[in-house]
């Protein structure tokens, strides 16, 4: 696999308005997740379980998310992936992905489980259509996309792209409860904004999981460690 990946990129596109084309839509000019240095946040420290179990909620904190005993669950912008890769990249030139996938990273995160995330970034920016990025990168997401929230995946656009990572103490405990919410912080979100997000696992299978907005807070369902996109629909230009 090609370790070539942009550096000094953000994460977080601005909700971008879509152009009807051809009898569609089109990603329109604004298409540039990396337009804002604005990046998500961890709005509540802490977040428990239905079975009880109390995790703690952070940014990358420079220990390593699977050494942590405590129950941990980390959330880590894309700009962070991106750097913690290059740096590795930098300390290993001739390396190959396949060699440096198990290796500590700054992020807190293995190199691989970056380059999930990385490879992710690197699609969305050279997408064409939100239906044919989710086609490629998350087809049992797609295939569920219309039944599921009621229009298509066109009407979305992506506006925010990190990782959830969770220690293996926290993987129990939502292995257990089945899943938990985790509260972040997304520009530019605010009551009323309608979203869904895309999930993966570590192992790459696709699902949509229910978001809401209370007072500006988005609030996810995390099911398992893995990346994240949450999409905005968008104001269509007529």
Do not use: H
């Amino acid at each position: 696999m090609k370790k070539k990946l942009a550096v000094g990129i953000t994460c977080i596109a601005l909700v971008c308005a879509m152009a009807a084309a051809a009898g569609g839509q089109t990603l329109a000019a604004e298409w540039r997740p990396s337009r804002t240095q604005s990046e998500v946040g961890v709005s509540e420290s802490t977040t428990t379980t239905t079975t009880g179990t109390t995790i703690a909620v952070t940014t990358p904190t420079g220990s390593q998310v699977q050494d942590a005993s405590a129950a941990v669950i980390q959330v880590t912008p894309v700009s962070e992936t991106l750097a913690a890769n290059a740096a590795v990249d930098a300390a290993n030139p001739g390396a190959t992905g396949a060699q440096l996938a198990a290796a500590p990273t700054d992020s807190g995160l293995s190199y691989a489980a970056n380059g999930q995330l990385n490879n992710l970034y690197n699609q969305v920016t050279a997408a064409t259509s939100t239906e044919q990025l989710l086609a490629d990168t998350a087809p049992a997401a797609a295939s569920q996309f219309q039944a599921a929230v009621g229009e298509s995946a066109d009407a979305y656009t992506p506006i925010a792209l990190y990782d959830v990572a969770a220690s293996p103490s926290a993987e129990t405990a939502i292995a257990q409860s089945g899943s938990v919410q985790v509260a972040i912080s997304v520009p530019g979100v605010a009551n009323g904004t309608q979203l869904v997000a895309v999930c993966w696992d570590r192992n790459g299978n696709s699902y949509l999981v229910p978001v809401r907005v209370v007072n500006g807070v988005v609030y996810l369902t995390v099911r398992s460690s893995g990346p994240v996109m949450i999409m905005a629909r968008s104001q269509v230009q007529g």
